[in-house]
């Protein structure tokens, strides 16, 4: 469980604050897969941030008893000197994961072969994304944050990632973030939307759905 | 309804197997992050680790090399290059350290992407670095003056071991503040490097401070790498005058430094991780 706990969270612009999350609390339950809508501009990133403790609220607290990733596909970890290869290692070790297994993992799904052995630096934005999916993918965590994942590789590896995705939505939850209404139905059990710092959380996703579309139009 | 308690020594095993996991997942994390640190430093290979000792190395002989050119007289004992080495191996072991540490959160931001690794793990797996290299270079030192004919030795090995570890508690607790510090202002980099200068020239390195007037004693004390010099040269010379020589000083500072660094990692947290 993830538990936001009177959160507030602000930027400083021109010297007026811009609220993020103004005295927010949230429960997220283990077991349910929830949607983060938004239009642009509301801070789900940031939100998705501050679930991960990549970024730390202003007051409040949030608290997570489980193991959570860090927003997925994200590729700002990786070194671009280093080769795929050891940014696997690393991450994997850092983990408490065994190299070798997230290596054959993440070498048989991304499909990068020889190049796996070549800097990053050196890498396409797609296979820079596609070293990033499959890392995320090959450790196990309770809780995926995924933050406007796009469809990375061809129709065949995007089939590959919805086909991990469901597989591992059986045993983990996930955080979504997403402009995908058709993706945020079909993944998530529960939605909120994010709307001038207040997360207001719905019965049902398609009411949350509904409200994104109107404050979208 | 009655509630269900666990036993107490349930309770305990639970404690402990939860600590152990603890402490199994930050030596992974160190351990990864360590590895990580070594692999990148220098040359993008494993191997560019070799330059950390050698930076200091290079610098101590490149002084000795220079005083023996010049034919400076002993300042302190029986051997010109023995003297110097007592100065200046804790007095390049801060300078280095600290230094070095302070880069480690500019150079290693992206390791910060992981929620599992926090700002000290970084900053600490590139103290352990920095402090093997110290080491190493302390001991290349020793064999080169053995293998030219100095006698390298001190008087008093278990105080010159302490001298040493002091020395690198010092640089470490400063070390911590300066990478906090430089993550949040860059510039600060150059600052530390331009003032760390004023902490080799008041270091007592190249002489003997005890022989100043009154009144620059007084002022030179103030520098607490003076102290980390003096107390290994009371290690090595048991006649050496120690009416500068503060212990509690230096360990105030030090303890000190690294309360502060504690703190600052607190206060400045979500400045940083902010970017």
Sequence with gaps: MIVMDRVDKFYELEGQRRYILRQQSMHFEAGYSYGLLGVNGAGKSTTIRLLAGLELPDSGTIRRDLRVSWPLGFASGFNYLMSGRENLKFVSRAYGEDPKRVLKFVSDFSELGIYLNQPVKTYSSGMIARLAFGLSMAIEFDCYLIDEIVSVGDARFQQRCEDVFKERRKRASLIMVSHDMNMISRFCDRAMVLVDGELLAFASVDDAIGVYMRLNK | ?275
């Design chain 2, 1 to 275: 309804m009655m509630s269900e308690t666990k036993p107490v020594h349930e309770v305990f095993i639970s404690r402990r197997q939860s600590m152990l996991a603890a402490l199994a997942e930050q030596r992974n994390i160190m351990g990864a992050v360590i590895l990580r640190d070594l692999r990148t430093r220098f040359f993008n290979h494993g191997l560019g680790f070799l330059i950390v000792p050698a930076f200091p190395f290079v610098h101590l002989f490149a002084l000795l090399l220079l005083h023996n050119l010049a034919g400076s007289e002993y300042a302190y004992g029986e051997d010109a290059n023995v003297f110097l080495a007592t100065g200046l191996i804790p007095t390049l072991s801060f300078m280095y350290v600290s230094r070095f540490m302070g880069l480690s959160l500019l150079m290693n931001r992206p390791m910060l992407a992981y929620p599992i690794i926090g700002m000290l793990e970084v900053v600490f797996a590139r103290a352990i670095l920095e402090i093997l290299g110290a080491v190493w270079m302390a001991a290349a030192v020793i064999s080169v003056l053995y293998a030219v004919g100095s006698d390298p030795l001190p008087a008093d090995p278990v105080q010159a071991f302490l001298a040493f570890c002091t020395t690198l508690l010092l640089s470490v607790s400063v070390g911590l503040l300066v990478a906090l510090v430089t993550a949040v202002f860059e510039t600060f980099v150059t600052v530390w490097a331009l003032t760390l200068i004023l902490f080799y020239i008041a270091s007592g390195s190249l002489f003997v401070v005890s022989l100043l007037p009154a009144q620059a004693v007084r002022i030179l004390a103030w520098n607490p790498v003076l102290h980390c010099t003096e107390w290994m040269r009371t290690a090595y010379y048991p006649s050496y005058p120690e009416q500068v020589l503060d212990k509690g000083y230096l360990l105030a500072v030090a303890f000190g430094a690294l309360v502060l660094g504690l703190a600052a990692e607190r206060a400045l947290r979500r400045r940083i991780l902010g970017g």
